[in-house]
C-alpha cells in the first residue's frame, strides 16, 4: 500500500528542494542552469518577501518530490491564478499517483481561494508530462509562445 502525503515546505526543506531542483534540471537536460544553491532557496522561497509556495510529497514517509508555485492574476477573468513553477517526482516513484496527488493538492488550492485557472508550462519534448498532463483534461495553449528576458539582456534592458 502506497501511503502518499503532501506538506507546505519550510526553510530547513532548502537542501531537499536545491536536490529535486536539480535532479529535474539533469531530466531536462539542463543541469548546467542550475545557478543555485541550498541557502539562496531558502532566503528566496522561505524569505519575509516571497510570495512563492512550495510542497514537499512523501511516499511512505521518504521524500519523493516537491512543486513550487505562486499566485498570478487574469486581467480577462478578473481573479487570481496559480502558476505552477516546478513538478517533480523522483523517477523510481513515477506512477504510483504522487504527481497527481500534488496536482490535485494544488488544484484543491486553487479552487479555495477562488483562482479562474491553475497554468504550468511542459517542454515540448516531454511526452510522458504531456500526456499525463492530458490524462487529468490539462489543454495546451498552442497559441502563446512564452518570451523571456534575463541575465545581461534583462539587466541591459532594464538600464537602457
Known amino acids: 500500500m502506497t501511503d502518499i502525503s503532501i506538506r507546505q515546505a519550510t526553510a530547513d526543506d532548502a537542501a531537499l528542494i536545491l536536490r529535486f531542483i536539480t535532479e529535474l534540471a539533469i531530466y531536462e537536460k539542463a543541469e548546467h542552469e542550475v545557478k543555485t544553491n541550498a541557502e539562496e532557496i531558502q532566503q528566496s522561497l522561505f524569505g519575509p518577501d516571497s510570495s512563492t509556495h512550495a510542497l514537499i510529497c512523501s511516499v511512505n514517509g521518504e521524500p519523493v518530490g516537491y512543486a513550487v508555485y505562486f499566485f498570478n492574476y487574469s486581467t480577462w477573468l478578473g481573479k487570481h491564478g496559480i502558476y505552477l513553477e516546478d513538478l517533480y517526482i523522483s523517477p523510481e516513484c513515477r506512477g504510483a499517483g504522487a504527481g497527481k496527488a500534488l496536482l490535485r493538492h494544488i488544484a484543491k488550492i486553487a479552487v479555495a481561494k477562488g483562482c479562474g485557472r491553475f497554468e504550468w508550462s511542459v517542454l515540448d519534448w516531454n511526452e510522458p ?32
Open 129 to 160: 508530462a504531456i500526456n499525463f498532463y492530458k490524462s487529468i483534461g490539462a489543454k495546451p495553449m498552442d497559441e502563446w509562445v512564452i518570451y523571456r528576458l534575463t541575465g545581461d539582456a534583462l539587466t541591459t534592458f532594464a538600464n537602457g
